[in-house]
């Protein structure tokens, strides 16, 4: 149900853009998150973006971004996005967005566990 693209190889410094289109129901009503996993770790949080009743739109970032990520949705096209620029090359790994289910609970959307659909991976490669 998910599909991830837009990794690759680039220098220190550069900037990619992954997309993960959704083909499940109720995109807008579920959270979307990306994570990643480096050879040999576990899979980290990156980023999440989901609806608040009283915030709207609303996103959470893993203090390794250092805003240096953006994550964003457009709920007509079902795909959320991950900008990331001034990439290092410990941003190296395979990054996994995922969908979480529309009963979510915002506290935990920074576990694993809380999403329900992951897509395929897509490698990101960052050279000193």
């Known amino acids: 149900q998910l599909q991830a693209s837009g990794g690759g190889l680039v220098q220190a410094g550069g900037s990619l853009r992954l997309s993960c289109a959704y083909s499940?129901?109720?995109?807008?009503?579920?959270?979307m998150g990306w994570f990643r996993q480096a050879p040999g770790k576990e899979r980290e949080f990156v980023t999440a973006i989901w609806w608040n009743t009283r915030s709207g739109r609303t996103t959470y970032y893993a203090d390794f971004v250092e805003g240096r990520f953006t994550i964003s949705r457009d709920n007509a096209k079902k795909t959320v996005y991950l900008q990331m620029n001034s990439l290092k090359p410990e941003d190296t790994a395979v990054y996994y967005c995922?969908?979480?289910?529309?009963?979510?609970?915002?506290?935990?959307?920074?576990?694993?566990?809380?999403?329900?659909?992951w897509g395929q991976g897509t490698q990101v490669t960052v050279s000193s």
């Open positions: 499940g129901r109720a995109f807008n009503l579920r959270p």
């Open positions: 995922a969908a979480g289910t529309p009963f979510y609970n915002a506290q935990d959307l920074g576990r694993v566990r809380e999403y329900e659909s």
